[in-house]
């Protein structure tokens, strides 16, 4: 049973996020050979305030 982690800055739709499971759901199924209902996708959504790139946090940085 392959266990994926993302982690991604809050904000994402539902749908986005679905097709996100879905897309690396399918792709460890290709890769690894296993069924695509034995892959676990786990997502962690983190505020941008919580988020550091290069010394600053990712609220302060501009869009």
Known sequence: MPVVTIELWEGR???QKREL???VSSAIS???GCP???VH??????PK?????GGRLA?????
Not at 49 to 53: D, F, L, Q, V
Request: hydrophobic share 50%; aromatic share 4%.
């Open 13 to 15: 739709t539902p749908e």
């Open 21 to 23: 499971v879905r897309a």
């Open 30 to 32: 290709r890769v690894l």
């Open 36 to 38: 695509e209902e034995a």
């Open 41 to 46: 996708v786990i997502l962690h959504e983190v």
């Open 49 to 53: 305030a919580n988020w550091g790139i």
């Open 59 to 63: 609220s302060e940085l501009s869009a």
